[in-house]
């Protein structure tokens, strides 16, 4: 088992949507929870963080927490064509410098 | 805030010779971590480095080494090359001490031939 499973994909969602981007993390100790997004040929690009269980929203995004479940998740609200990349799901232990990586989920938000 | 900073952005080697990446961080991040992103693997951890220590290594080969500099800059090695060492090498800069962002750098592209 991976230490952290995100959605198969592609995942493909008409513009104005909500796109549901899922991840699961084996490790109970796990305390800091990260979304990046990776365009084409681009380097990872942090936008949301979560540490406590719930919701944390900014702008468009919503990434939910739950830790008892070990499940954190990434919601896109309108989703736009530029929203479009692969979305990347990465867990740390507090105070450890590694952060584990999803393979990630690819989003294509079609016009 | 300039961002991440590696140099350089693409490299073209030869099997058994050896490399150098370097990387500048954040203007004020102390902690800079390296990894390697390939199709087949994914964003793999190679270590971590914080106040010219390293902290975390992943499981990669002793030919790959990093060391850390006092005004945070960070360089990793690879030595004797191998085809597999093909990947996009990033950087990552996180200002430590309680904050666990990290912010990744453009990348160096490798490519061994």
């Known amino acids: 088992q991976k230490e952290v499973e995100q959605n198969s994909g592609p995942l493909s969602v008409p513009e104005g949507a909500i796109a549901s981007l899922n991840c699961t993390y084996s490790d109970r100790v796990s305390q800091s929870f990260f979304w990046y997004r990776q365009y084409s040929g681009k380097s990872p690009e942090l936008i949301m963080s979560?540490?406590?269980?719930g919701d944390k929203e900014d702008g468009r995004f919503t990434a939910q927490l739950n830790k008892a479940s070990q499940y954190v998740s990434l919601l896109i609200r309108d989703s736009q064509p530029s929203d479009s990349a692969t979305y990347l799901c990465a867990v740390k232990r507090t105070n450890a410098g590694k952060s584990t990586f999803g393979d990630g989920t690819t989003l294509t938000v079609k016009p | 805030k300039a961002g991440v900073t590696q140099t350089p952005r693409y490299l073209i080697k030869t099997r058994g010779q050896q490399v150098t990446l370097s990387c500048s961080p954040i203007s004020g991040h102390r902690s800079v971590s390296w990894y390697q992103q390939t199709p087949g693997q994914g964003l793999q951890f190679l270590f971590e480095?914080?106040?010219?220590?390293?902290?975390n290594k992943g499981n990669f080969p002793g030919r790959f080494s990093g060391r850390q500099f006092s005004n945070s800059r960070s360089e990793m090695n690879v030595s004797t090359l191998e085809l597999g060492d093909s990947a996009l090498y990033l950087c990552?800069?996180?200002?430590?001490?309680?904050?666990?962002?990290?912010?990744f750098g453009p990348g160096t592209r490798l490519t061994v031939t």
């Open positions: 979560i540490y406590s269980n």
């Open positions: 990552a800069s996180s200002p430590g001490g309680g904050s666990y962002e990290q912010y």
């Open positions: 480095y914080f106040s010219e220590t390293q902290r």
